[in-house]
């Protein structure tokens, strides 16, 4: 269970709050779409929960453990299990799926293996073992810049979790994709809620977060207000959160 406590986040010198004292909790397993206008924080809500920015107050409790206690970012041993998947995946275009994926994101591995670039054989085999599990051995050894968008975010996803992740926070993960790869990222998320345990946050489209997620946020203006669990949203809903 992860749960959120009076989450703040201001910018600008504290002169501007963009989240405003976010309280709620999740667990293992669910899938949630964060739906809601554009401006309302979503992604900023999503770097918080993943530990990307450091939050300006606020508790964060993962099964019952304090990970941050008044703001902050929490510890690289947190941020390892967490992975921030956004837009347009941060590869490195000159390096093979397989080395972007052994390397690591920034922020979810620790700095020295991303400037070494050295691998143990068993992280070797784990990585081959992943992508082949995503559908992408025979991509391993394509130099990211030439995957097709589909194919970036599933080698960003085998990255994530390579190094660990148990949490997935997703910014807009299929903006941009053809609907047969949307659908085949999606699925891979869903899939990984359903059958692994994995707990994945997602900013989407509301009739993509009506099809994949069990849960539905609705934020508008920094506060998470809506919370629907297992059903669609009513036109009213939508309404009340600026979707139509
Ligand atoms: N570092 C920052 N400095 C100044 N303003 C910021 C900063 N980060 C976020 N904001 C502001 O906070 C608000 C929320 O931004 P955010 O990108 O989280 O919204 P969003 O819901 O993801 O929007 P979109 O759907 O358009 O991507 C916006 O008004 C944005 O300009």
């Known amino acids: 269970m992860m749960k959120v406590e009076r989450l703040t986040l201001s910018v600008e010198g504290n002169t501007k709050e963009v989240l405003h004292g976010i309280t709620t909790q999740f667990k293992q397993g669910e899938m949630i779409g964060l739906v809601g206008p554009s401006g309302g924080g979503k992604s900023t809500l999503l770097r918080c929960l993943a530990l990307r920015d450091p939050w300006t107050g ?7 453990k304090k990970i941050i206690s008044g703001g902050g970012k929490g510890s690289q041993k947190y941020r390892s299990k967490c992975a ?4 347009n995946p941060s590869l490195n275009p000159e390096k093979s799926a397989l080395k972007n994926v052994l390397i690591g994101q920034v922020g979810q591995t620790s700095w020295i293996r991303r400037m070494t ?18 559908g992408l051995l025979d991509k391993a050894h394509v130099k990211a810049g ?6 970036r975010q599933r080698v960003a996803i085998c990255r ?20 047969k790869s949307a659908e085949n990222v999606l699925g891979t998320l869903q899939e990984l809620c359903k059958n692994k345990g994995k707990t994945v946050i997602a900013a989407l489209p509301i009739e993509l977060a009506e099809r994949y997620c069990t849960r539905i946020w609705g934020l508008v203006d920094g506060k998470i207000e809506l919370d629907v ?14 979707l139509i």
């Open 160 to 179: 994530a979790l390579v190094h660990g992740a148990d949490f997935i926070a997703a910014d807009e993960p299929v903006i941009g994709l053809d609907p």
């Open 84 to 87: 921030y998947l956004e837009q």
């Open 229 to 242: 669990t297992g059903r669609r949203l009513t036109e009213s809903e939508k309404r009340s959160i600026d």
């Open 58 to 64: 606020g508790d964060y409790s993962w099964d019952g």
């Open 117 to 134: 670039g050295m691998v143990r054989s068993d992280d070797y085999m784990g990585a081959m073992d992943e992508l082949e599990k995503f």
């Open 146 to 151: 030439k995957l097709s968008g589909g194919e």
